[in-house]
């Protein structure tokens, strides 16, 4: 499954102390829930396919979905853990193409 980000707010703590103090600062004084979720991220792709129906990109986005997002956009995001994670990744999906902007000309629409 693949997270669609729209309906998220995000936040970036320094440590997990941060993230509490924020939750329960804003519980308390919002009256909002609020949870943190720690994210190992070496760098944020956005994915461009060839082909967007192609075996290859069904495959990517099945082996890689814990790694999937989409963003306020709705373009696919691939968030590699490690620089080893994406050199791999390049190299097993090669007409999947990873963006390190988001202003790319697109080869294909990503549903």
Known sequence: MIVDL???STITAKNNLDATLFCDRFEHEYGAKCSY???KVHKACWVDPKDPKCAEFADFKRVKS???AKNKRGQLVFFADSAF???MTQSKY???H???VSEFEKHSTVK
Do not use: A, D, G, M
Request: proline share 6%.
């Open 94 to 96: 090669p007409n999947v």
């Open 85 to 87: 994670t994406l050199q």
């Open 98 to 100: 990873l963006h390190f």
């Open 37 to 39: 979720e720690n994210l």
């Open 6 to 8: 729209r309906f998220y």
């Open 66 to 68: 814990k790694f999937l």
